[in-house]
């Protein structure tokens, strides 16, 4: 029953979502933003910018990137709305803002002429703090340097279930072919209950889980974002590419690996590649969870790669994590993404292989899912059968 409710309410979600995609593209082409490249029949190539190694120097890589955000300027819709007025002051800073948690907003701040849910406010609240303690860490988890690929799962301390299924699945640690694949799982924490020695007891078997000291809610994915580029940053810089994506997603990571093996071979290329969200505007229905006031967010997001999951080159991880420093926080943490890749000047390209908003129905013959890169939704159970069928499938189709 609960069941097909959800089923029934995810399938209305999507036919929302294609109606509202059809609308958006029928009838906006916003000319603030640059064009993101289609789906096309050379989707693996990304326009390329040339991100080398950043400067040793923290003040002369202040200032490159401080050049770099500038291109938000030219983004950002000129409003009263708190979101780009924010925007705006952080570019005109001299030197970087220093986003500790002595430093933050009060809500009063924001000219309020529609009432925040308390969700945002609280978000506000704490949007400038971003130096949470560790609880649980991995350092060595990329000792080697040989990280080809880093699968960074955003996960919530009580899905145990979910981290178990894809660890046993698509996502456990592998050599593909001389190719590193290494796992993490990223966590807040939960209040109530205390599941504090059932993630330690986890962790001693597996070894993959990160945890800061935050609470793990919707709207602090963005704060997990910017906490995972801190610890990328520090201990897994080297790693050629990360997969950022949920606890339940399905992807498969031979195919991917071989993808970006190829592409491997050109020299100077910055990769973010997913499922393309071209032009949409903030949801101004009060009762969706993406709810963003109009007086906190003015104008369209820039283009970015779907939540679900989706691949970056790993050589961007310092430029990101420090490219943020001058990107005003925003709660939905997709969005947050695609807008310091847009600093940076780096678009994402979409693969037709990532369906982070599932599989239409009648596309789901026994082959359809053969050129499938990454799927959303999938709960453990799904999980594993079909990591169980994936070479009875191949060999089929
Ligand atoms: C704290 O935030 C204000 C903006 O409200 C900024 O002017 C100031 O420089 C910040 N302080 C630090 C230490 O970053
Ligand atoms: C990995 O790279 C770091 C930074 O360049 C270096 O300090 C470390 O010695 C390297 N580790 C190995 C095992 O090569
Ligand atoms: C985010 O985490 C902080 C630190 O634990 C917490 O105080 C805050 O309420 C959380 N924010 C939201 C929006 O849940």
Redesign the pocket.
């Known amino acids: 029953m609960v069941r097909c409710r959800k089923f029934s309410i995810s399938l209305i979600a999507f036919f929302m979502l294609v109606a509202l995609k059809i609308c958006i593209d029928l009838t906006y082409t916003p000319p603030h933003l640059p064009q993101t490249p289609s789906i096309s029949t050379e989707p693996y190539r990304s326009p390329v910018v040339q991100l080398g190694p950043l400067q040793g120097d923290e003040e002369l890589s202040m200032a490159t990137l401080h050049n770099l955000a500038q291109k938000l300027r030219k983004a950002v819709i000129r409003s009263e709305a708190f979101w780009n007025t924010e925007q705006l002051q952080l570019l005109d800073l001299k030197a970087p803002m220093a986003w500790t948690c002595s430093n933050s907003t009060s809500v009063s701040q924001v000219k309020v002429t529609d009432p925040y849910p308390d969700l945002l406010q609280s978000f506000l609240a704490h949007s400038r703090c971003r130096n949470h303690r560790m609880i649980i860490n991995q350092p060595k988890k990329c ?3 040989t990280t080809f690929l880093l699968l960074a799962i955003k996960s919530s301390p009580q899905n145990f279930a979910q981290r178990q299924a894809v660890r046993n699945s698509w996502g456990g640690e592998r050599d593909y072919g001389g190719k590193n694949v290494k796992l993490v799982f990223l966590l807040g924490t939960v209040q109530v209950p205390d599941l504090s020695p059932l993630l330690v007891y986890e962790n001693s078997r597996s070894h993959d889980l990160l945890q800061w000291d935050f609470v793990d809610t919707f709207f602090n994915l963005t704060l997990k974002d910017q906490l995972f580029l801190g610890w990328a940053n520090k201990h897994c ?2 790693a050629n590419y990360i997969l950022k994506g949920d606890d339940d997603v399905f992807a498969r990571i031979p195919n991917i690996v071989q993808i970006l093996s190829l592409l491997d071979n050109q020299r100077h290329h910055s990769l973010y590649m997913g499922h393309v969200v071209k032009a949409a505007r903030p949801y101004r229905d009060t009762h969706s969870k993406y709810y963003i006031p109009p007086s906190f967010y003015a104008g369209f997001y820039p283009p970015y790669a779907g939540g679900g999951g989706y691949v970056f080159f790993g050589r961007l991880i310092p430029w990101l994590y420090l490219v943020s420093r001058f990107v005003s926080p925003f709660p939905i943490d997709d969005v947050y993404t695609g807008m310091c890749f847009m600093a940076l000047g780096v678009h994402p390209v979409g693969h037709p292989g990532f369906k982070t908003f599932n599989i239409p129905k009648e596309e789901k013959t026994s082959c359809s899912e053969k050129p499938l890169l990454l799927v959303h939704r999938k709960s453990p159970q799904e999980m594993l059968k079909m990591w169980g069928q994936q070479y009875e499938k191949m060999q089929q189709c």
């Open positions: 000792s080697l340097n810089a080297k």
